[in-house]
């Protein structure tokens, strides 16, 4: 059956195409005139320079971690370009009628209008192309509920008091290696500021898409909610089908205030690479948020990208009655490795944390599932639940299970299940007796055993999620 | 029907059906009998095509097509059921999601029109009052958490939605108890018509007070060492297969 089902499950990469566009590109290598450049291009203010300097000074003293369960030749950060910009962004355009139509295409392409009346009704958009920002749509609306949604570099000029507030408050430049690299020569990435007690009236989503060869992209995002404010945000990525790998280190930083709720969702696709092991994306990025008094933050990421993942969205429970979730699907398949999985840091009193991760291995394929969940002394009353399943399928990948737990409350309890199975025999054999072919079987079965996560899934995002894995019944029927 | 001829099959290099012959008309009911490791599941499990058995010899003719040259999916839509003795479990998959998703493949293989979700659903709550299974069943995953006897009125609720030519019932009687068994047979007998064949493999004779067949054949050693009509079932309920060990000879 394997033979079969591997072959199966061998999609090909659909947004694997290259954009001819003519960019401006910086040549490879990272030095401090660089950081400057970069600065300089998007006009920053003197306090950022200098911090993004600091991080790069931080970044040369710092060892590229190899703890993960994840082996790749060592990546030449001299060789990568940290800059690339669509020509025709010089000149920025105000609206989407002065957006390059090659680029409109290219989101066309990916299934993503951004003319907004064929937009999903209710999602509102900025999209980042290679380095830079290319549109966000919906601001209007979003302004008269006082919701700021823009690229982190016009936010930077328009709000710059909200920016230095938290730039960095959630995952210091230092925090640890990719995220100093992140500080250093962060490019673009989304701005989320809701206003105290007010709840987002629409989805916000940010699309990224890496086009230009040999540039690494290192978005920043930052999403502050004000007491009692609401926002769920939604992030997709794809990028072409190359055989040179290509560094994406990204870095989010959530911030919630008292009683504020945040959800982050994730369909993240790079190129994995091809049945070779050949390319792909090496994603390694820092996701945290933190969660003040009875505040709460929800990661869901659906995870099918990449050749190496290296991501732990998340939660700095320090407000009493925070609560922290984390839900995970992780898919790898022929040479893709995945060391993925979350930190609940549980500070406040009666805090609680759930985290499901389900990990589905195919192929030759490694996923890891890594989870740390720490009770401080004051954490009096905390909780935690952890679900660890992982779906083997065929018999020449692995699955593997790092879960840390650190309790230093005796009064906190902690709770983890863990299973590991496979896509047996009976089970294709019931659905292929039942006239469904192979295809339509494993991704049904792969499906049922995501069901737990895709379900805190927006509308909006479950639809992608499903093409990814497959389109599930669910919703319509049932 | 289905006409097998000397069919011979292996599971693991070890033979278990040894020139096994049988036809079956539209309408018939056969039950297939006989002794513990005689070769009565691997019947079921050959004629639906599972990849674990190999056939070595012989031929199977279905509705006028080559069966064994057929993938296990085509056979199923070509109208061939076989109702499992251990329905398996697929978490997650919700049961209706899973029946839709097979009356569609099987529908549109025979031409018929794609049923929309709302038809879908009106019928399989209809049926699934039909063999006494609650309508949260159906929002369960399949088979998750059922128990034998809903397993088993679940296997008749899938057999009921996608209307087979051919119903091959692998000891659906083992594990139930008189109402599931009860429920088990209306739904079959209410299924019997000029068309549509079955054939019930079973070790006990009490289905067959249910389930009243045309045939009766004895599977002795991976052949049909006698066959007859209702009254063999009972002379072999008397008896025992010992009796037979002669003509196995």
Partial sequence: ??????????????AGFHTAIDTDTLPPGLNE?????????????EWLLEWRLQAFRAWQEMEEPEWAHVDYPKVDYQAISYFSSPKSMEDKPKSLDEVDPKLLETYEKLGIPLHEQEMLAGVAMDVVFDSVSVVTTFREKLEEAGVLF???????????????????????????????????????????????????????????????????????????????????????????????????????????????????????????????????IYNFVTKRGVCHTRAKISWTQVETGSAVTWKYPS?????????????????????????????????????????ISKGISAGKSQNCYRGLVRMNPGAEGARNYTQCDSLLIGDRCGAHT?????SKNPSAVIEHEATTSKVSDDQMFLCQQRGLDAEKAVSMIVNGFCREVFKELPMEFAVEAGKLLEVSLEGSVG | MLSINNLCASVEDKDILKGLSLDIKPGEVHAIMGPNGAGKSTLGSVLAGREAFSVTDGSVAFADKDLLELDVEERAREGLFLAFQYPVEIPGVSNMEFLKAS?????????????????????????????????????????????????????ILQMMLLEPKLCILDETDSGLDIDALQTVADGVNAMRSAERSFIVVTHYQRLLDYIV??????????????????SLAKELEAKGYSWLEGEVA
């Fill in chain 1, 402 to 406: 790092f879960p840390y737990i650190e």
């Fill in chain 1, 150 to 280: 823009c690229s982190i570099s016009e936010a930077v000029e328009k709000y710059p008091e909200l920016v230095k507030q938290h730039l960095g408050s959630v995952v210091p430049q230092k925090d640890n290696y990719f995220a100093a690299l992140n500080s250093a020569v962060f490019s673009d990435g989304s701005f989320v500021y809701i206003p105290k007690g007010v709840r987002c009236p629409m989805e916000l989503s940010t699309y990224f898409r890496i086009n230009e060869q040999n540039t690494g992209q290192f978005e920043r995002t930052l999403i502050v909610a004000e007491e009692g404010a609401y926002v769920s945000y939604l992030e997709g990525c794809t990028a072409p089908m190359r055989d040179e790998n290509q560094l994406h280190a990204a870095v989010v930083e959530l911030v919630a205030k008292d009683n504020a709720e945040i959800k982050y969702s994730t369909v993240q696709n790079w190129y994995p690479g091809d049945e070779n092991g050949k390319g792909g």
């Fill in chain 1, 315 to 355: 939660c700095v429970l320090r407000g009493d009655h925070s609560v922290g979730e984390f839900y995970s699907v992780a898919l790898t398949n022929n040479y893709q490795q995945a060391d993925t999985g979350t930190k609940m840091i549980h500070i406040g009193k009666n805090t609680r944390s759930t985290i």
């Fill in chain 1, 33 to 45: 005139e660089v950081v400057r450049f970069i600065s300089a291009k998007k006009n920053e203010p």
């Fill in chain 2, 103 to 155: 009356v569609d493949a099987v529908r549109k293989h025979q031409g018929k029109p794609e049923l929309s979700s709302v038809e879908f659903m009106k019928l399989a709550r209809e049926t699934s009052k039909k063999v006494k299974l609650d309508q949260a069943f159906l929002k369960r995953g399949v088979n998750e958490g059922f128990s034998g006897g809903e397993k088993k009125r679940n296997e």
């Fill in chain 2, 213 to 230: 067949p045309d045939f009766v054949h004895v599977l002795a050693d991976g052949k049909i060492v006698k066959s007859g009509d209702k």
């Fill in chain 1, 1 to 14: 059956m394997s033979e079969q089902v591997e072959h199966l499950i061998r999609k090909e990469y659909a």
